[in-house]
């Protein structure tokens, strides 16, 4: 017997709330599971949560709770969500379960045993937000990135992994297993860095207390990352080892299709089949993200159904390439595809069949030229849509499927049944029609039924079944058969969406947006000498701790180092920034400001930042190899 089909998503970082991204990942993994599990397959879907490292830390700890109450709140957004949109995971494993504790600690134990895993000491630069040491080459792709302030300098020991001895039986493993990553231009993307050398990876920090602690040396942490992967491992039942298919983002394939692979080999186990790296959704040309204020959550798309969303996101993102999300987009998608497409042959041809045969489905007696292509259609359509799907390509799955709707739109108009039902001679043709149009959405009700798992059922009990569409499998099944049954009572398969009603209501229930930069600029200011200006002491300060001033929604209270000394500085950027992003930033500071209150609370200094008259401050940033206590002149 095969072993069951594994599927796994990225565990979420818990310093924020679901957004549609991860949502998207997460549905992509349930549509495969249930579509894996429609041809027959016994199937294992995992997603999780990743709970250790700095930034929950952080993140906790600026709102004066710790990590695991932090947790435990996202987690429960988590469940909630993952439960609202039907997804059919076995677990939702946390990093901070004791069992995958207790995995993690005894592959690292095992590893040093057989020297993959060594001590030594880590001098250079790391990247708070990607929890990363970063070499100077990456540092600068960062800083062309704008990512410069998240950066620091460390110098601590670390335990490392031998990922340097990996090198070359990874570009092995890579050249035998060519489906091993997907698509293929992300595939060039990770030979092309094996190949431009490996580096012993860091595999522990000192200066975090949350996390796994390193078996037998507690000072160290265990790096968040060694630590996340396993959880694919962890939570494995017996049996199902290696995953089939991990879905991820493609900001995360390295540490998949690389490390990942690396820590495998090193404990002898056999690897993933395939990565996936999907693309992202953006907003514009961004990336939604939380630091850039510009999610999109889910709840917000939510009232029209999950199999809304479900669909949408499968029809309109191409796996492996980055989408625009717009909420005219998906609106116009659901009324063309659902309320109209679809939604409209189900009712036209139920309601026929209904009217003229009373329910009962005909057995065609004879099949035109016209019928024929229509029936032969169907069994084309059918084995290609589900090819598709096996390469998770949903949107060209469903773009096949909707194109025979399309095609059978057509076929009414062509053969006009209320026409000919005016006749008894045109019974034939008439049985023909009708029966050619019910097996077409029979089909449709189970090709859909992994997108669109409630609505399918609807369709499927709608003609007539009193089985779940989900308990079917596709293989073998008839698809010119007879109805089991006559069709049960027709309703609207998606109600039509009135996009001015709801466009109107998510523009007045989004937060006000931030006022885009004008330029409203004033005109520049009188001329100072070079002495005047050069009484201002500029420094390069890094902002330590950051906390809101209670009942102000504009003052942030920060302590800030300036190499030689640490100050209190009060500034007015809350409506721009959360205290938490503000952590580890490098700023510049007017240091010789006389000190003034500010609710109560003395500011020694201000941080420099850009804005115009109207927008949100920007604060500056020097470069991530400038020093807290450098003079800026
Ligand atoms: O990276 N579009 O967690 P994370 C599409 N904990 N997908 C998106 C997206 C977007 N705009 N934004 C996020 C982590 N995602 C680590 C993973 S795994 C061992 C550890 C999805 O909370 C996408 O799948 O930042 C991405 O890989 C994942 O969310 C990152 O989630």
Same mark, same amino acid.
């Given at each position: 017997?095969?072993?069951?089909?594994?599927?796994?998503?990225?565990?979420?970082?818990? @310093?924020?709330?679901?957004?549609?991204?991860?949502?998207?990942?997460?549905?992509?993994?349930?549509?495969?599971?249930?579509?894996?599990?429609?041809?027959?397959?016994?199937?294992?879907?995992?997603?999780?949560?990743?709970?250790?490292?700095?930034?929950?830390?952080?993140?906790?700890?600026?709102?004066?709770?710790?990590?695991?109450?932090?947790?435990?709140?996202?987690?429960?957004?988590?469940?909630?969500?993952?439960?609202?949109?039907?997804?059919?995971?076995?677990?939702?494993?946390?990093?901070?379960?004791?069992?995958?504790?207790?995995?993690?600690?005894?592959?690292?134990?095992?590893?040093?045993?057989?020297?993959?895993?060594?001590?030594?000491?880590?001098?250079?630069?790391?990247?708070?937000?990607?929890?990363?040491?970063?070499?100077?080459?990456?540092?600068?792709?960062?800083?062309?990135?704008?990512?410069?302030?998240?950066?620091?300098?460390?110098?601590?020991?670390?335990?490392?992994?031998?990922?340097?001895?990996?090198?070359?039986?990874?570009?092995?493993?890579?050249?035998?297993?060519?489906?091993?990553?997907?698509?293929?231009?992300?595939?060039?993307?990770?030979?092309?860095?094996?190949?431009?050398?490996?580096?012993?990876?860091?595999?522990?920090?000192?200066?975090?207390?949350?996390?796994?602690?390193?078996?037998?040396?507690?000072?160290?942490?265990?790096?968040?990352?060694?630590?996340?992967?396993? @959880?694919?491992?962890?939570?494995?039942?017996?049996?199902?080892?290696?995953?089939?298919?991990?879905?991820?983002?493609?900001?995360?394939?390295?540490?998949?299709?690389?490390?990942?692979?690396?820590?495998?080999?090193?404990?002898?186990?056999?690897?993933?089949?395939?990565?996936?790296?999907?693309?992202?959704?953006?907003?514009?040309?961004?990336?939604?993200?939380?630091?850039?204020? @510009?999610?999109?959550?889910?709840?917000?798309?939510?009232?029209?159904?999950?199999?809304?969303?479900?669909?949408?996101?499968?029809?309109?993102?191409?796996?492996?390439?980055?989408?625009?999300?717009?909420?005219?987009?998906?609106?116009?998608?659901?009324?063309?595809?659902?309320?109209?497409?679809?939604?409209?042959?189900?009712?036209?041809?139920?309601?026929?069949?209904?009217?003229?045969?009373?329910?009962?489905?005909?057995?065609?007696?004879?099949?035109?030229?016209?019928?024929?292509?229509?029936?032969?259609?169907?069994?084309?359509?059918?084995?290609?849509?589900?090819?598709?799907?096996?390469?998770?390509?949903?949107?060209?799955?469903?773009?096949?499927?909707?194109?025979?709707?399309?095609?059978?739109?057509?076929?009414?108009?062509?053969?006009?049944?209320?026409?000919?039902?005016?006749?008894?001679?045109?019974?034939?043709?008439?049985?023909?029609?009708?029966?050619?149009?019910?097996?077409?959405?029979?089909?449709?009700?189970?090709?859909?039924?992994?997108?669109?798992?409630?609505?399918?059922?609807?369709?499927?009990?709608?003609?007539?079944?009193?089985?779940?569409?989900?308990?079917?499998?596709?293989?073998?099944?008839?698809?010119?058969?007879?109805?089991?049954?006559?069709?049960?009572?027709?309703?609207?398969?998606?109600?039509?969406?009135?996009?001015?009603?709801?466009?109107?209501?998510?523009?007045?229930?989004?937060?006000?947006?931030?006022?885009?930069?004008?330029?409203?600029?004033?005109?520049?200011?009188?001329?100072?000498?070079?002495?005047?200006?050069?009484?201002?002491?500029?420094?390069?300060?890094?902002?330590?701790?950051?906390?809101?001033?209670?009942?102000?929604?504009?003052?942030?209270?920060?302590?800030?180092?300036?190499?030689?000394?640490?100050?209190?500085?009060?500034?007015?950027?809350?409506?721009?920034?959360?205290?938490?992003?503000?952590?580890?930033?490098?700023?510049?500071?007017?240091?010789?400001?006389?000190?003034?209150?500010?609710?109560?609370?003395?500011?020694?200094?201000?941080?420099?930042?850009?804005?115009?008259?109207?927008?949100?401050?920007?604060?500056?940033?020097?470069?991530?190899?400038?020093?807290?206590?450098?003079?800026?002149?």
């Amino acid at each position: 017997m095969s072993k069951p089909f594994y599927i796994t998503t990225p565990i979420y970082y818990v @310093n924020d709330r679901p957004h549609i991204g991860h949502t998207y990942t997460t549905v992509l993994a349930d549509v495969l599971a249930r579509y894996h599990r429609m041809r027959g397959e016994q199937t294992y879907f995992l997603t999780g949560t990743d709970e250790h490292g700095q930034k929950v830390e952080k993140a906790a700890a600026a709102r004066g709770i710790t990590p695991k109450q932090l947790a435990d709140e996202v987690v429960a957004n988590y469940t909630d969500l993952w439960q609202r949109m039907g997804m059919t995971h076995f677990r939702l494993i946390r990093t901070t379960d004791e069992d995958h504790k207790a995995q993690v600690q005894h592959l690292f134990k095992r590893l040093l045993d057989k020297g993959d895993i060594y001590k030594a000491t880590y001098k250079g630069l790391y990247s708070v937000s990607d929890e990363a040491y970063v070499t100077e080459l990456q540092a600068k792709e960062l800083q062309a990135q704008g990512l410069a302030h998240q950066l620091v300098e460390l110098e601590e020991e670390t335990y490392f992994f031998r990922l340097s001895a990996y090198q070359d039986r990874l570009l092995k493993h890579f050249e035998d297993h060519p489906e091993f990553v997907q698509p293929d231009f992300r595939f060039n993307e990770v030979k092309r860095f094996v190949e431009g050398g490996l580096q012993d990876l860091s595999i522990s920090r000192t200066s975090i207390t949350w996390g796994i602690p390193v078996p037998g040396d507690e000072k160290h942490v265990i790096y968040v990352w060694f630590d996340a992967l396993l @959880n694919y491992l962890s939570a494995c039942p017996a049996n199902t080892w290696p995953p089939d298919l991990q879905l991820v983002g493609k900001d995360i394939l390295r540490f998949h299709a690389v490390y990942w692979p690396a820590f495998l080999m090193a404990a002898g186990m056999f690897l993933p089949t395939t990565i996936l790296a999907h693309g992202w959704w953006l907003m514009g040309d961004d990336k939604m993200s939380k630091s850039k204020g @510009n999610v999109v959550r889910p709840d917000t798309l939510l009232h029209f159904g999950n199999d809304a969303l479900r669909f949408y996101f499968m029809r309109d993102m191409q796996v492996g390439y980055d989408r625009s999300f717009t909420y005219e987009g998906f609106i116009d998608r659901l009324n063309a595809d659902l309320a109209n497409g679809l939604g409209n042959l189900a009712s036209r041809t139920l309601s026929m069949i209904q009217r003229y045969r009373a329910g009962v489905v005909p057995l065609p007696s004879v099949l035109d030229a016209d019928d024929q292509e229509l029936a032969d259609q169907l069994l084309a359509v059918f084995p290609a849509y589900l090819e598709k799907a096996r390469a998770s390509d949903f949107n060209g799955a469903l773009d096949l499927l909707w194109t025979y709707l399309r095609a059978l739109d057509g076929y009414i108009v062509r053969a006009e049944p209320w026409k000919l039902a005016k006749d008894p001679a045109n019974d034939p043709k008439l049985d023909a029609v009708l029966a050619i149009l019910y097996r077409a959405l029979r089909a449709t009700a189970l090709l859909v039924a992994p997108v669109m798992p409630g609505l399918a059922q609807d369709l499927w009990t709608a003609l007539g079944h009193s089985t779940q569409v989900a308990d079917s499998t596709f293989h073998g099944f008839a698809l010119d058969g007879p109805a089991v049954g006559p069709i049960g009572e027709a309703k609207p398969l998606f109600q039509r969406i009135d996009k001015e009603k709801e466009m109107n209501e998510i523009e007045a229930a989004a937060a006000p947006e931030p006022v885009p930069p004008t330029l409203d600029v004033p005109a520049i200011r009188e001329t100072v000498d070079a002495d005047s200006f050069f009484k201002v002491d500029l420094r390069v300060g890094k902002i330590l701790e950051a906390e809101r001033v209670p009942k102000s929604d504009k003052l942030i209270k920060m302590k800030v180092d300036l190499g030689i000394e640490q100050r209190t500085i009060v500034g007015g950027i809350g409506k721009a920034y959360e205290p938490a992003d503000l952590l580890d930033r490098l700023v510049v500071v007017v240091a010789n400001l006389a000190p003034r209150k500010l609710m109560g609370i003395e500011s020694h200094g201000m941080l420099l930042a850009a804005s115009d008259n109207a927008s949100k401050p920007y604060l500056i940033a020097p470069p991530a190899d400038a020093q807290p206590g450098f003079l800026v002149k």
